[in-house]
């Protein structure tokens, strides 16, 4: 039986990545942090299987313990702070556990197979966002990059402290560049699950509008249910590698809530949207569009849901959790 750890177990793709490890029959630990942890509950309910494990990125010794505890062949790093607009105001906390905490997985896995520098695969959580002021469209693996925010300055020394554990001690690390992918399970400070919500609870008659940030900025956006496959496959390769997952098409706010609306059957949103300088960032990253040709070509991957499947299935969950909260 294959063994994974996992960080940021209680985060949409923690989620996700637990039930697909689970289907392969892996025995999966997940790394929890802090004292009474309000998404504990949330992990026992949706994922009983997953053993947990205490621990926190910033805490070297901690996550030697827990490699020590679960013997993992592999290691799936995706916890992280990691809400842009919140990076800003919390930089500092921001680079320490979304950046260092990257350099302290890395070098926790690097004591623990001091014998064989392949006895773990790891896998680190890279993101677009370091492509921030694109600098070459579609975004790809050779792309330079240029962070727009601390969350972004973060992502970029894990992916390339990544980079350098596999160049200079032979680790199996895989940097996944993955785009923005949502589900029902997003956090709603998210553009996506704000919109759903939003959008679910307008048309039950719960809320009268909604107030939003900048709407001429483009995102590629995935399920990630279908990307957590692409984490997985990139740890089954022979050689470690970095990988964009993508789907390949961009979409603006503007589109997002059109779909959106259109599903509830508001056709003309004009009239339920305002726009505030409280949404606005102070540095924006206007287009993101990514080119997932290796991994489709070397992984075998392609995305299985497209934008409109998605939003669709985000309102429809929506619109039953709003329903059962309000009692209708
Ligand atoms: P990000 O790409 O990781 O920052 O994901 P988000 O879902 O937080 O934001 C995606 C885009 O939506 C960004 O360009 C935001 O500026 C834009 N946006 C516009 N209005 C809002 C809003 O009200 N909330 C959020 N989170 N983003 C918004």
Known sequence: MPRALITGITGQDGLYLSE????????????????????????RTTVPDVKLLTGDLTDLSSLLRALEVAKPDEVYNLGAISFVAYSWENASLTTDVTGKGVLNMLEAVRLYS????????????SSSEMFGKVQEVPQREST???????????????????I?????????????ILFNHESPRRGPEFVTRKVTQAVARIKL??????VMGNLDAKRDWGFAGDYVEA????????EADDYVVATGETHSIRELLDVAFSHVGIDDWEGYV??????????EVELL???????REKLGWAPKVDFPELVRMMVANDLEEQRAQAGR
């Open 20 to 43: 697909l490890l689970l289907s392969k029959g892996y025995e999966v630990f997940g790394l929890i942090r802090g004292q009474n942890n309000p998404k504990l509950e949330l992990v």
């Open 114 to 125: 001091h014998d064989d520098p392949t006895k773990v695969r790891f896998y680190q959580a």
């Open 144 to 162: 330079l990059l240029w962070p727009r925010s601390p969350y972004g300055v973060a992502k970029v020394f894990g992916h390339y402290m990544t």
């Open 164 to 176: 350098n554990y596999r160049e200079s001690y032979g680790m199996h690390a895989s940097s996944g």
């Open 205 to 210: 008659g719960l809320q009268d509008s909604i």
């Open 231 to 238: 984490m997985w496959l990139m740890l089954q390769q022979d």
């Open 274 to 283: 305002t726009q505030d300088a409280r949404f606005m960032r102070p540095a």
């Open 289 to 295: 569009i990514g080119d997932p040709t290796k991994a």
